[in-house]
C-alpha cells in the first residue's frame, strides 16, 4: 500500500513518488490533492488510472466552493481560486464527493485529524492525546501540516498510557507493536520541514509496518508551471526549500 498526504496540484513530485514506490496494490491519499500546485487535474486523472482511495483536504473544498475561502491566507486563497477556475468537470466532480474522514483497510483515516477532519493541525502531542479519543482503530493516518510524525500512545498499568511523538527519517520503519499510533506521512507536494523532498510511506497490513521514504524531484518544474500560471510567487519559492 502506498501512504500519500498533500499532493496539492504537484505532478513531478507525485510523478517522483509513483516511480519510487515501484509496483503497490492500492494507493491511498490522505487529502488535498490539489490547491498551491499547478497540475490539479492532471493529478487526479494519474492518480484515478490506479487503484486509488482519497479523502477530502481542506483545499479540495476551497477550490470546488465547498469552503469559505476568508479562512485561507492570501496565497493559499489565490490558488484555490485559481485552481477552481481550471478544474475539469471531471475532476471537479470527483474531489466533490470525497468523504471526509473514513476507515481504509483497518486504519482510520483524515485529512487534519480525528476529531475535525478538515481543519484541525496535529501538530504537538497534547492535540493528539485528545485526538486518540476519536477514532477506534489502532492506527489512524492524517496529513494538513505537511510535517511527517508518528504520535504514540503506550498503555501503561491501571489505564494510564505514555504519550510520545517522533520525526521518522527516510527508510525508517514504524511498528506499531501494541501501541496506539497517529502518523503523518508528510507532504507529496509541499513538503514543509525544511527538506524540499517529497515525503510519503509504505504501509504492510500484514505486519501493520509503516516505511517512511523520501525522494527528490524536479522542483524547477513545478516553479516554472507555477510561474506560467501566474500562481503566487511565495508559493513556487517555498517549494526549493521545503518551508
Ligand atoms: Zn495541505
Avoid: K
Avoid at 496494490?25 to 486509488?52: A, K, M, T
Avoid at 471537479?92 to 476529531?115: D, I, N, Q
Avoid at 482503530?137 to 498499568?157: A, K, N, S, Y
Avoid at 518544474?221 to 510561474?227: D, I, K, N, S, Y
Wanted: proline share 6%.
Amino acid at each position: 500500500m502506498l501512504i500519500i498526504a498533500d499532493v496539492h496540484g504537484n505532478l513531478p513530485a507525485l510523478e517522483a513518488v509513483l516511480a519510487d514506490a515501484g509496483s503497490v496494490d492500492e494507493i491511498w491519499s490522505l487529502g488535498d490533492l490539489v490547491g498551491y500546485g499547478p497540475h490539479p487535474n492532471d493529478v487526479v486523472q494519474l492518480l484515478r488510472s490506479q487503484p486509488f482511495r482519497s479523502l477530502a483536504g481542506n483545499h479540495d473544498w476551497g477550490a470546488t466552493g465547498q469552503a469559505d475561502l476568508s479562512v485561507f491566507n492570501a496565497d493559499a486563497r489565490a490558488a484555490c481560486q485559481w485552481t477552481d477556475q481550471v478544474l475539469e468537470e471531471e475532476t471537479r466532480e470527483y474531489l466533490v464527493g470525497l468523504e471526509v474522514s473514513s476507515v481504509f483497510g483497518s486504519v482510520h483515516v483524515a485529512h487534519g485529524s480525528p476529531r475535525d477532519p478538515l481543519w484541525e493541525y496535529l501538530t504537538n502531542v497534547r492535540l493528539a492525546e485528545i485526538n486518540f479519543g476519536y477514532f477506534g482503530t489502532q492506527v489512524c493516518l492524517v496529513g494538513h501540516t505537511h510535517v511527517p510524525i508518528t504520535f504514540r500512545w503506550r498503555e501503561g498499568v491501571h489505564g494510564v498510557g505514555a504519550f510520545s511523538a517522533s520525526v521518522p527519517n527516510a527508510g525508517d520503519a514504524i511498528d506499531p507493536g501494541a501501541d496506539r499510533l497517529i502518523f503523518n506521512p508528510g507532504s507529496v507536494g509541499q513538503p514543509r520541514d525544511g527538506d524540499p523532498r517529497a515525503a510519503y510511506a509504505h504501509y504492510e497490513p500484514a505486519t501493520g509496518r509503516f516505511t517512511f521514504h523520501r525522494v527528490a524531484y524536479d522542483i524547477a518544474a513545478t516553479q516554472a508551471a507555477m510561474r506560467a500560471a501566474g500562481l503566487p510567487e511565495r508559493l513556487a519559492f517555498r517549494l526549493q526549500y521545503g518551508s
